[in-house]
């Protein structure tokens, strides 16, 4: 897929999920290497919590485990779903951000959802 389609289906799916959105919305970003996962309080327009695998903690558990991409995407989610318990978090969005659902976005939205996240 060229940049032009990938750039048409990301607006497409940001301008159904504004239709849809409730207070807080979940978009996740995946390079080769690394995935981010970042709360954004939709009202506000504020950054309520994120995770990585760049973070220290979880850059530490990586280094010990060697459990490939898709078991860094469930750590990363772990740890956000941790984040968010603390913030009272319980319903979001689920913005996949233009990608499919399938592999490592979809580890990531089960491992959330295993951990109480509703969306």
């Known amino acids: 897929m060229d940049k032009k ?3 048409r289906k990301k607006t497409r ?3 159904k999920l504004r239709r849809v959105s409730g207070d ?3 978009v996740v970003f995946r390079s ?3 995935i981010y ?3 954004l309080d939709v009202k ?3 950054t309520v919590a994120s995770s990585s695998s760049m ?3 979880i850059s530490k558990q990586l280094e010990k485990n060697e459990a490939g991409k898709i078991g860094t995407s469930k750590l990363v989610a772990k740890n956000l779903s941790s984040k968010m318990k603390e913030k009272k978090i319980s319903k979001i969005t689920f913005d996949r951000n233009g990608y499919r659902y399938h592999g490592r ?3 990531f939205a089960e491992e959330l959802r295993q951990n109480g996240i509703n969306f």
């Open 44 to 46: 506000k327009g504020l």
């Open 55 to 57: 973070d220290n903690d």
């Open 32 to 34: 080769n290497k690394h």
């Open 13 to 15: 799916i940001k301008y």
């Open 37 to 39: 996962g970042q709360v």
């Open 24 to 26: 807080h919305k979940l």
């Open 105 to 107: 976005v979809k580890a």
């Open 5 to 7: 389609n990938w750039i």
